[in-house]
């Protein structure tokens, strides 16, 4: 009776405004794919008050109709959106995980051999390289990732391939080498090593 009465007074409502009345379907918008320890933006529409429930990660930030999720450790995670006791929406979410580079410093024949490249130095954990010396390095290849570089104190920094480069070194001080990995799935995290740059040996010669 009561779906009945609502059904004629909702006719009567179009009859009176000449107008067809369209309810406008919810739907949550936001990745599926996301990266462990990184935070994504999800939103409902239409706009209104939602419950937001989550597994497999944190809300950060939450208005009426959005919020911030930050994802926890690799897994599956899942996204369900309450309007009182009813469900309208629910999204399943893969969390991958972040690549962890790595560094590979070269041997460095020229130096003196207790400088070699990849022995910290005494007292610290810096490398040593050679001044005005290009070395290349590389970092373990991985399917599908790609790799960036950036250094400090050197004079040029040239890739060489997907994942080595080949470092100049300037004049003897203090350097950096840091490589950046972006994985299959679009995580990316980054790793650094610092350089001590030393003064190449110069071969001295007398006349006798």
Do not use: R
């Amino acid at each position: 009776m009561k779906t009945l009465q609502h059904s004629t007074i909702l006719m009567l409502l179009m009859l009176l405004t000449g107008s067809v009345l369209t309810l406008q379907a919810q739907t949550l918008s936001g990745p599926a794919s996301v990266c462990e320890g990184e935070c994504y933006a999800y939103t409902m529409t239409p706009s209104g008050s939602y419950i937001w429930q989550v597994t497999g990660g944190t809300p950060a930030y939450q208005t009426g109709n959005s919020v911030n999720i930050c994802w926890g450790l690799t897994g599956t995670g899942t996204i369900t959106v309450k309007q009182g006791a009813t469900t309208v929406a629910t999204l399943s979410v893969i969390i991958h995980p972040n690549p962890t580079p790595v560094i590979i410093p070269p041997p460095i024949p020229s130096c003196p051999t207790s400088n070699s490249a990849g022995v910290p130095d005494q007292g610290t954990d810096c490398l040593k390289a050679c001044a005005n010396q290009c070395l290349t390095y590389k970092a373990p290849l991985n399917p599908g990732s790609t790799y960036s570089w950036d250094a400090g104190g050197e004079i040029s920094l040239t890739p060489t391939g997907i994942n080595t480069v080949s470092v100049c070194w300037g004049n003897p001080g203090n350097g950096y080498l840091k490589v950046i990995e972006t994985n299959q799935w679009g995580c990316t995290d980054s790793t650094l090593i610092c350089i001590k740059i030393i003064q190449s040996p110069v071969a001295l010669f007398t006349v006798s």
